[in-house]
């Protein structure tokens, strides 16, 4: 017999003193109601101990933030959004789903990235792919992958909560013409294979592909493009100077690592991620610049912060709700 969530959950219930719960945050709750309706911001996961004064109380070790750590984050009063990122290694079952479903509010949205088997066009040099590393992927942006193995277990338990799929299109380095080609024809591909109760983004992480072509697609199929600040790709406020670079009636902005800095030195520098390391007054003044953009043009934001774009996702979060707050103006 199969085991409900929600059972399997209780089945491991924790006492009170090794409980992952939510801090109390009153200048959050201030903040918050600042926030304009349009914006959700959200953090890229929530597993993580150095939280803990920040997010969370109690207990901080992976398995009680593995097992309470949802339900405390979806309480803190600036997030209306989440990443979740376990997606990317692998479909997730409707058993995981219905759990997170049974720990968040009605109308709270998450961001699901889509499995990297889709979004990989050539393999990386990693131990993860073995003997496929460095070849091209005969399953890139196979939409009857998505439909088969992706799709289904988030209509079946998840549909109030699921917001944009984001597809992460690995980079891929000397990109030839030909194969820039091919990619845009994929997307295209798979956008037209892809049902339309779901609504999803793409994520660049090779540059030359930001252009008109790939923009015209998105825009077709109602799809956006995620604003990113990434370490390969131009800074978030020269993507959003791109013509027609919002091309969905949302707008998603992922920031995850400054341009130019490498995600194992900002690991290694930040962590464990309770503070500001390395602040981006650029790249909050563009979120801001996004957000104004939104209000006035009608389509709604999801910004999801990385612990590597500053050094404290939840930091981040408080000074991008602060700083959103007051270009509001009185």
């Not at 027609?244 to 902005?253: D, E, I, K, N």
Request: one cysteine or more; a neutral charge; aromatic letters at 8%.
């Amino acid at each position: 017999m199969t085991v409900p969530p929600t059972l399997q959950l209780g089945l491991f219930a924790a006492t009170a003193d090794e409980q992952t719960s939510a801090k109390v945050d009153l200048e959050a709750e201030r903040l918050a109601a600042l926030l304009p309706p349009h914006v959700r911001l959200g953090t890229s996961s929530w597993t993580f101990s150095g939280w803990k004064g920040l997010v969370y109380e109690g207990d901080t070790r992976m398995p009680a933030l593995t097992r309470d750590g949802l339900r405390a984050y979806a309480k803190h009063p600036l997030f209306r959004t989440v990443g979740i990122d376990r997606s990317y290694y692998a479909p997730l079952t409707e058993a995981d789903l219905a759990a997170y479903a049974a720990a968040l509010p009605d109308g709270f949205e998450t961001v699901s990235k889509v499995w990297d088997e889709v979004t990989t066009f050539v393999f990386p040099d990693h131990p993860r792919y073995g003997a496929r590393a460095g070849k091209k992927n005969p399953r890139f942006l196979d939409a009857g992958l998505v439909r088969e193995l992706v799709l289904p277990a988030y209509a079946a338990a998840f549909a109030s909560h699921t917001g944009p799929f984001l597809l992460e299109l690995a980079p891929v380095r000397s990109l030839l013409r030909d194969d820039q080609a091919s990619i845009l024809v994929a997307i295209e591909r798979l956008l037209s294979g892809l049902p339309e109760t779901f609504s999803y983004a793409f994520e660049l992480r090779t540059p030359s592909l930001l252009c008109a072509r790939y923009l015209d697609t998105l825009r077709a199929y109602r799809a956006a493009h995620t604003l990113s600040s990434w370490t390969g790709m131009p800074d978030l406020a020269t993507q959003l100077r791109v013509p027609g670079v919002l091309t969905a009636p949302f707008a998603v902005a992922r920031l995850t690592l400054p341009p130019g800095l490498r995600y194992e030195d900002a690991k290694a520098t930040l962590a464990p991620f309770d503070r500001i390391g390395s602040p981006q007054p650029a790249m909050r003044r563009a979120v801001v610049a996004l957000s104004r953009r939104c209000a006035e043009e009608g389509r709604t934001l999801t910004v999801l912060v990385g612990n590597k774009a500053e050094g404290s996702a939840p930091l981040t979060v408080r000074a991008l709700a602060e700083e959103i707050g007051a270009s509001r103006g009185p």
